[in-house]
């Protein structure tokens, strides 16, 4: 008597004996250990962070020298790294310089940190020609722990954009909300408020030159900002073809007797805590 065979289940059962259980075990254990806050939705292609909750565990408060280790450390970074006019700037009549995006990119890079972004809200008028948004931009460690997060809103009847054809600054208008929600969340994970304003982070310097100031404008050095200057370069054997030399680099300025009033005050700061 012929015995019937089920192949289905045959084909089964041999499939679970070359499966190896334990390796199945390891890819399970790790991808438990994916940091769902570095990945996207597959179905809208955006970033979707996990929010968990943060316990009393999880948290450790810093003491007072950790603390000013990092604002001293953070200092010396933006008086190393950033440089005046491309990476931060000046705005006349603002008592603070205004972070621009590369240097927000340069500080955001020096804390080990990637930018993902989300759009929150959107409002895309086709038949007005009116486009606004607002996006979220979180700031996560290698581990996938949001350490900060910015937030900005951008549309196209800001006055910068009102004379213009919605249609055609859409995009423009996307990039700028990205860009001040990241300047924002760098200011709040940096500590950095005291230091820098975003305020006026799309005006005439840095990237976005869409406003112009005339020369005139700007404060110039005063006639005893220059002579301390010229002292500090004295008591620090600094001639003046290598402060001019520094400040082309670093300032665009040619000569030093041209600095602006903030600028000069910046580079003596540099030279008294030197």
Not at 232 to 240: D, I, K, P, R, Y
Request: proline share 3%; net charge neutral; aromatic share 8%.
């Amino acid at each position: 008597m012929n015995k019937k065979i089920d192949l289905k289940e045959l084909l089964e059962s041999k499939m679970n004996t070359l499966e190896p259980k334990q390796d199945t075990a390891v890819i399970d254990a790790a991808n438990s250990f994916v940091p769902k806050n570095l990945m996207f939705s597959s179905e809208s292609g955006e970033f979707k962070p996990e929010t968990r909750p943060v316990t009393a565990s999880s948290v450790r408060n810093i003491t007072v020298e950790e603390a000013k280790l990092f604002d001293d450390e953070m200092n010396r970074f933006i008086d190393t790294v950033l440089v005046s006019g491309s990476d931060y700037g000046v705005i006349p009549h603002c008592n603070k310089p205004t972070l621009l995006k590369s240097g927000a990119e340069k500080i955001m890079n020096y804390l080990g940190l990637i930018a993902r972004t989300e759009i929150v809200n959107r409002v895309e008028d086709y038949a007005q020609g009116f486009f606004s948004y607002e996006v979220k931009v979180f700031l996560i460690d290698y581990n996938g722990v949001v350490k900060g997060e910015g937030i900005a809103t951008a549309n196209t009847k800001e006055s910068k954009y009102a004379k213009q054809n919605g249609f055609s600054v859409q995009n423009v208008v996307l990039k700028m909300a990205k860009k001040r929600a990241l300047v924002d969340g760098i200011l709040n994970v940096g500590n950095l408020s005291a230091r820098f304003t975003q305020d006026m982070e799309d005006l005439s310097i840095g990237q976005d030159k869409e406003q112009s100031y005339s020369s005139s404008t700007v404060k110039p050095a005063s006639t005893k900002q220059i002579k301390y200057l010229e002292s500090l370069m004295a008591q620090n054997n600094t001639s003046a073809e290598v402060m001019n030399k520094y400040l082309k680099s670093n300032y665009g300025v040619e000569d030093y007797n041209k600095l602006s009033a903030f600028q000069i005050s910046e580079i003596i700061e540099k030279y008294i805590k030197s």
